[in-house]
């Protein structure tokens, strides 16, 4: 998954980059943080997500779609 929107070896992405990475707008992925459907870390006042959590959402994003 990584590789679709950056380096490899980047393992914490920034709203703006998940925004960009899943095709959302700003105020859906903040959405997706608020209700956990995204998990995300907190550094400072900055609020990360990590690879795995994306890698997560798009699977969950498939299994509701093979379930309906």
């Not at 707008?25 to 956990?36: A, E, I, K």
Request: glycine share 4%.
């Amino acid at each position: 998954m990584s590789d679709l929107i950056g380096p490899p070896d980047v393992l914490l992405y920034k709203v703006v980059d998940v925004v960009h990475a899943l095709n959302l707008s700003r105020s859906v992925v903040f959405d997706l943080l608020r209700t956990g459907r995204l998990r995300s870390v907190r550094e400072g006042r900055a609020r990360l997500i990590p690879a795995s959590a994306l890698c997560e959402y798009i699977a969950l994003l498939e299994q509701e779609a093979d379930a309906a």
